[in-house]
């Protein structure tokens, strides 16, 4: 169920909600959004798929603020919607929409997630509230001390569904929907729906209206994917050389365990590196600084693990860089939606080492797709050469790279050549060795699929 609608106002809402979608500068709803609230608004079940960075959000809190009783007795019947998210980080960007949206119509919100005491948390559901967005754990830590009934929930959703049904939340999500009603209305939204989401999701969901949107609908982003063959001693000075020559843009560099990105991120920052890591050891308080840091831009780099992968959603990253290959084809996907997000390009960056190829041939297969690989200077021939920058790559292509056009303004995308320990942000110049800068190679797969 695809419809192309040009304005919200040819959806059922409320003046009110109108008036604060064009305050917050959303005037056209996306794909996502077109297909998925109308069903929402009727009571239905849906099951919405679309990639990363469309708009999924917004598409189940519009049904939710329109659809919820406000009046006083409508709050004593208890919470009225449930969003399980899969980590903080995404409950507090959810949270942010609501606190946005529900005081038009005098809605309650609440989060429930963990890192931070319980008490306020309580306090807050004795107070009453209609909305809680709340992850899993704590959901269920306030179900179990009776801070929380759900016994009067009219709508539940699961946001990234596939996360929150995978084998690790599963059994807390089913712990949790033992205490909705059985005539719940319930949602289910995620980028991508592997089959066993999908027989699961069968569950709990009654004749759901399917809200899949075409990935190639409507100039969807282009993120731009390069894979580089490297020797496992290479990677730092890859990253290095990356990073010397990114542009404005923040750039998240992804890595396997805490430990890892941890040990990182100390290294970047001895090199003079604007960097920091989000981790799921730091204290609440240190995750909530890191990520407001990075929105802001006040910090340009920023290193997380795979849970974080699902609770970063900042427009404008210019590029994703897999600095160690995560464990799955849809953890790939989804780190790689960090970039490309709300229409604008970007670039998903992987390295592989000869210790990685097993696992990088398994994720190609269950992607359905071979990326361009590239050696990276240093492994095999010595002329190959790293690829270009990503805005720059799409001027030749465009056939307005001109001979002159390696002399760049400082605004514009810098090629990544091999990293100098004197000058942590070196700008390369027309002067440069040949070998560092790249060529436009045929055929550079593109994706649209995060």
């Known amino acids: 169920m695809n419809q192309i609608l040009s304005s919200f106002a040819e959806l059922r809402l409320r003046p009110a909600v109108y008036d604060t979608l064009a305050r917050m500068g959303i005037h056209t709803p996306t794909p996502i959004q077109a297909s998925a609230i109308p069903p929402l608004l009727d009571g239905r079940d849906v099951v919405g798929q679309a990639r990363t960075g469309s708009g999924k959000t917004l598409a189940y809190v519009l049904p939710i603020v329109e659809r919820l009783d406000p009046r006083p007795e409508g709050t004593r019947r208890g919470v009225q919607a449930l969003v399980l998210v899969p980590t903080r980080e995404l409950a507090i960007q959810v949270g942010d929409v609501f606190a946005q949206v529900a005081p038009t119509r ?8 963990g890192g931070r005491s319980l008490l306020p948390e309580a ?66 939204f995620s980028a991508t729906l592997p089959p066993w989401v999908a027989t699961t999701a069968a569950k709990h969901l009654r004749e759901p209206v399917e809200a899949k949107v075409d990935r190639d609908v409507d100039a969807p982003p282009e993120i731009e994917h390069v894979v580089y063959e490297m020797a496992s001693e290479s990677k730092l000075s890859a990253l290095r050389s990356f990073l010397d020559a990114r542009g404005d843009g923040p750039i998240i560099v992804f890595g396997r365990t805490k430990h890892g990105v941890k040990k990182l991120a100390k290294q970047l920052a001895a090199f003079g590196y604007p960097a920091a890591a989000l981790q799921g050891n730091m204290s609440q308080n240190a995750r909530e600084r890191t990520m407001a840091s990075f929105r802001s831009g006040e910090l340009p780099i920023l290193l997380a693990t795979n849970v974080a992968a699902r609770g970063i959603d900042v427009s404008g990253v210019d590029r994703v860089i897999n600095y160690e290959l995560p464990e799955s084809a849809e953890l790939f996907t989804h780190r790689a939606g960090r970039t490309g997000r709300m229409g604008r390009a970007g670039e998903a960056v992987t390295f592989v080492t000869p210790e990685d190829d097993a696992k990088w041939r398994q994720i190609e297969r269950a992607l359905g797709k071979r990326l361009r690989r590239e050696r990276w200077p240093g492994l095999g021939q010595p002329g190959e050469r790293p690829a270009l920058a990503v805005g720059e790559r799409r001027s030749q292509a465009a056939g307005r790279l001109t001979a002159g056009s390696m002399a760049r303004p400082a605004s514009s995308a810098r090629t990544p050549s091999t990293a100098s320990a004197k000058s942590p942000k070196r700008r390369w110049s027309a002067g440069s060795s040949p070998r560092h800068h790249a060529t436009r190679k045929s055929g550079r797969e593109t994706s649209s699929q995060a």
């Open 106 to 113: 005098g809605l309650r919100v609440t989060l429930l997630y």
């Open 123 to 188: 306090q807050a559901l004795r107070s009453g509230v209609h909305v809680v967005v709340g992850t899993p754990g704590r959901t269920l830590d306030h179900l179990r001390q009776r801070n929380l009934s759900l016994g009067g929930l009219r709508i539940l959703v699961l946001d990234e569904g596939d996360e929150m049904l995978d084998r690790g939340f599963a059994p807390d999500v089913e712990r949790i929907i033992a205490h909705t009603p059985a005539q719940r209305q319930t949602a289910l």
